[in-house]
């Protein structure tokens, strides 16, 4: 039984950059490395961004020491790091290897070119005992400037007993250097045939190689420029009010509680709640609405949102890592990072594919040194290398987790996040979805939905004297009806001998008269006559209103009817689902006649009404036991419970509502078109993965007996070592440019089309 220590320590999370991962073999190395730790519970590698997420009590010094033992090297990540830092980094690295590609490039084609016109003397003559040598010497200059970073990773991995792409690229480009030396060496004791040096060929494959990386590098940095974006959103400083002098800080000193000042077209530097001022506030990075938001005294505030107009004072109520804006940001790298199941195959197979592939290169040798025409032992060189240089997994090791990362960052673009990638997966094949009405099938906030004027009262008369007796109330429904008299600009009266009656209704004296409003038993309670009105009364239940009578001096004046409307576009999300083949059930704990209304309304058939919160889960439980793959959304507070049940939990919030952990996605604006659109992302990524996987799977199944020279006795072809390095480098681009479509699907309407 864990106890409360173990679960704190489980909690903790320590997020670090690792550098030297150019496969997944190599993320198989450190999560297996991070997971010997002591201490830690939970380890999850991303190859796409080079980052890993511990989870646990492990010292980060023994984190990083056991990433180093492995062959890599480790980098505690703090606080959010700067974007244009990032994108300089990101810059320099692309700079870096296309410097690499350009220089063995040019060399390499400078040595073909030169062959090819028979501008080189030839192996073994008088010219080419001064030649050859000169050649090797600034090759392997070449090769140690190239691919310097191969040969140490390879050495790196080697010393921990491990193998991965360094190893097949350092044992491609290596044996070719290593076999020309000796060729140059021994060529008046080998066959003519076999003197052919192959030293144009380690660097080109080195060239492609840099290229490839390079090109990779370009595309992956764009998979997480929503997440930059997010990042650039944070401000460096803060303007606080301290001993009544306001001074400008940088945002890590804002302490909570603190006054802060925020003036026209700045941002909003932490989390807080408005105390002084007016303005209209851009949330759009948050929600992804692209109206600003009228904000007041009480309003909360983000932190990252833009302040449009008018300067104002806040109270910070979240700083740091708590913020709205943090939150998005940590959960959008956590699920960037996780691994949905598909992902399970790929990362066992590119486990032991290294060394299988060693393996490979040399029963390949072997085979075409036993059986090969002559010279073998070219041909047995030539195409145990070219096997070597073509099967490196990169391609394989990219296909999940760059088309995760797309896509979560492209939902957070669309006002989803999206917090882990089994939810990803899962959501796609939702069979059945649970809707909680309140906030979620509905706005939420009670509105005046009808007046009805009986005598000589007009509908303003009754809601100017139902507003001014309801104005000492702090009842939801006088909420609404003070909020309507506000938006018609009614002046209110004066009140006076004011009573609240629980559960009938409230009375007062206006002026000179007796005013009540309430339920037909207060009615009751005080004689009033109502009889002309039941059928009214009778209508707007049916129609899931709540009704209230007013009274005049004990004379019935009309009704005011408030009801929470359902969203605008509730009704059109819900035929979406339904056209998409998904079973809608709306489960509420309000009255049956109340839900039947709202589901009517909506274009819900199935209701089950009077449902506590804690039953919900057992519902959602009931339908997956009946083999149903159940979505359920809600406000992630009272749905907790059904949404942590759930396959795949969706929580309707807003901005400031992130920190919903029972929920495996997070819609920060209040629209149900957002389900649909997540289940639409959620098939194209599960296709994205699919596609990257089989592309890989089949290049690397089919590539591999070509190179090993399969297709020689029929038809005489062989592959080049050259281009199969440019095939290799090719095949991971290919893979993350496939990803990168994901950032421009259409998502509305449930159809993705990209």
């Known amino acids: 039984m864990n106890t409360e220590a173990d679960t704190n320590a489980a909690s903790r999370e320590v997020r670090l950059s690792i550098s030297g991962m150019r496969c997944a073999g190599c993320v198989s190395a ?72 350009a220089v063995a490039g040019a060399f390499g084609a400078t040595l073909m070119l030169a062959g090819y016109w028979d501008w080189i003397p030839a192996i073994g003559s008088e010219a080419g005992f001064w030649f050859w040598p000169e050649v090797a010497l600034l090759t392997l200059v070449i090769l140690i400037y190239s691919g310097g970073h191969f040969y140490s990773g390879a050495l790196k991995a080697m010393r921990s007993g491990q193998a991965n792409m360094d190893t097949l690229i350092a044992l491609g480009t290596g044996s070719a250097w290593l076999y020309s030396c000796i060729i140059i060496d ?120 833009m302040n449009q107009q008018g300067s104002f004072l806040f109270e910070a109520k979240r700083i740091g890592r708590d913020t709205a804006l943090a939150q998005i ?88 996040l999206i917090r882990n990638g089994a939810a990803l997966q899962s959501a796609g094949k939702l069979s059945c979805l649970i809707l909680d009405k309140t906030g979620t099938v509905t706005e939420g906030k009670p509105v005046v939905s009808t007046l009805v004027a009986v005598g000589d009262y007009t509908e303003q008369a009754v809601l100017q004297l139902a507003a001014s007796i309801e104005s000492g109330s702090e009842h939801p429904l006088a909420a609404a009806i003070l909020a309507e008299a506000k938006l018609r600009q009614l002046k209110l009266d004066k009140t006076e001998h004011f009573e609240a009656m629980s559960g009938f209704g409230v009375s007062a004296e206006i002026g000179d008269r007796k005013v009540a409003l309430g339920n037909a038993e207060l009615m009751d309670k005080k004689n009033i006559d109502y009889s002309a009105l039941k059928q009214n009364l009778a209508e707007l239940s049916t129609l899931g209103q709540t009704p209230m009578l007013l009274a005049v001096d004990d004379n019935l004046a009309g009704i005011i009817a408030v009801s929470d409307p359902i969203k605008k ?17 709306m489960v509420t704990g309000d009255n049956e006649v109340t839900a039947r209304a709202i589901a009517r309304q909506a274009g819900i058939t199935e209701v089950r009404a009077q449902v506590l919160p804690q039953d919900k889960a057992s519902v959602v439980k009931e339908l997956q036991q009946t083999g149903a793959i159940v979505g359920m959304v809600g406000d992630g507070i009272n749905d907790a419970p059904a949404l942590a049940q759930a396959d795949v939990g969706l929580a309707i919030g807003t901005g400031t509502d992130v920190a919903i952990e029972s929920a495996d996605v997070v819609i920060l604006q209040g629209s149900l078109l957002k389900v649909p659109e997540t289940i639409a992302l959620s098939k194209a990524t599960v296709v994205n993965i699919k596609q990257n996987l089989l592309g890989a799977f089949f290049y690397n199944t089919l590539s591999i007996p070509i190179a090993a020279g399969v297709l020689y006795p029929l038809f005489g072809i062989l592959l080049n070592p050259m281009i199969a390095g440019a095939a290799m480098a090719m095949s991971s681009l290919t893979v993350v440019s496939n990803a990168n479509r994901l950032r421009w699907i259409k998502m509305n309407d449930g159809a993705s089309r990209h």
């Open 30 to 101: 450190v999560e297996g490395a991070l997971a010997a730790v002591e201490g830690v519970f939970e380890v999850a590698v991303n190859f796409a961004d080079h980052s890993a997420l511990v989870k646990g009590a492990a010292d980060t010094l023994l984190l990083k020491q056991a990433v180093v033992a492995a062959g890599y090297d480790a980098a505690v990540m703090e606080g959010f790091e700067d974007p244009a830092e990032q994108e300089r980094q990101e810059l320099s690295r692309y700079k870096a290897l296309m410097k690499k590609a």
């Open 186 to 305: 021994y060529s008046k004791s080998l066959p003519s045939l076999a003197t052919h040096a192959y030293f144009e060929a380690s660097v080109v494959i080195l060239a492609f190689i840099n290229l490839g990386s390079a090109l990779e590098t370009l595309a992956r940095g764009k998979t997480s420029s929503a997440i930059r974006k997010l990042i650039g959103l944070q401000p460096r400083t803060a303007r606080v009010i301290r001993d009544g002098q306001e001074l400008d800080i940088p945002i890590e000193q804002v302490g909570l509680s603190e006054i802060l000042r925020v003036r026209p077209g700045e941002k909003i530097p932490v989390d807080g709640v408005v105390i002084e001022g007016h303005s209209l506030i851009d949330e759009s990075m948050l929600t992804g609405e692209p109206i600003a938001v009228e904000k007041t005294e009480g309003s909360d505030v983000a932190a990252g949102t």
């Open 329 to 416: 940001i940590d959960s959008v790298r956590q699920a960037q990072g996780s691994k949905p199941e598909i992902a399970r195959l790929a990362d066992k197979i590119s486990g032991i594919f290294v060394p299988v592939v060693v393996v490979l290169s040399v029963l390949t040798f072997l085979i075409w040194y036993n059986f090969g025409p002559d010279p073998a032992l070219g041909y047995a060189f030539v195409t145990s290398m070219t096997v070597l240089v073509i099967a490196c997994p990169c391609a394989l090791g990219l296909a999940t987790p760059i088309s995760v990362m797309v896509a979560v960052g492209r939902a957070a673009q669309s006002g989803i």
């Open 569 to 585: 576009d509730s009704a059109k999300a819900i035929g979406v689902l339904k056209n998409l083949g998904v079973r809608i059930i």
